[in-house]
């Protein structure tokens, strides 16, 4: 069973619709015991990076991703998702992430710059260490995906980056290591190429 986890924000309907575009079920969720059994697990959303925290802590929900994550269960994070692999945000200093990846996540701050960064953007595909599982099998480089994000990724270990965007910085995109894998984008808002990038995650063996 591939879930979707429910922690009362976000745009988790438009993820489970574009997954039944392509006929797949994606359960939405906050149970313990689902999660605990799901074989991969999906993380959406446009949110605060300390209020999801402490939503999914208030389900308890918050360890039990983490654990399973490190159990080495496929794990899909879309926007604050990604996000919260990290260890810390300026989002809320006060909060830590999952910590599965190391580094920081930071906000626009060129001058000049509107932020939020709203609407579509190029991404361009980097080298990873490992070509197996790639998200962006059979889309070419450049093409243009939909973003919503006020902040953005700063991982420490470069060797991870899949993609990059330019939005006044140069800044990550999407990242991917082991069992996990991570985008700043909108899949489900991104029409024919965000299905497909998520349908090459959804069909994953």
């Not at 605990?36 to 446009?46: C, E, H, S, Y």
């Not at 190391?102 to 595909?125: A, C, D, E, S, Y």
Request: proline share 3%; hydrophobic share 40%.
């Amino acid at each position: 069973m591939i879930v979707i986890v429910d922690y009362g924000m976000g745009n988790l309907g438009s993820v489970q619709k574009a997954a039944q575009v392509l006929g797949k079920h994606l359960q939405v969720t906050d149970s313990k015991a689902v999660i605990k059994k799901a074989k991969k697990i999906i993380l959406p959303g446009v949110a605060h990076f300390g209020k999801t925290i402490k939503e999914l802590k208030r389900r308890k929900l918050f360890s039990l991703i983490r654990e399973r994550i490190k159990e080495g269960v496929p794990f899909f994070g879309i926007c604050i998702g990604m996000q919260l692999l990290l260890e810390e945000s300026e989002e809320a200093p006060s909060m830590r992430g999952f910590g599965i990846v190391r580094g920081k996540v930071k906000r626009f701050k060129t001058p000049g710059l509107i932020v939020p960064h709203m609407g579509w953007n190029q991404v361009k595909k980097q080298e990873v260490r490992s070509k197996k599982q790639d998200l962006f099998k059979g889309i070419k480089d450049g093409s243009y995906f939909y973003f919503a994000n006020s902040y953005y990724c700063v991982p420490k270990d470069k060797e991870i980056i899949s993609s990059t965007t330019h939005y006044g910085v140069e800044f990550v995109s999407s990242i991917y290591k082991d069992n996990i894998w991570g985008v700043q984008f909108h899949p489900e808002k991104s029409q024919k190429l965000g299905l497909k990038l998520l349908g090459n995650f959804l069909n994953l063996k």
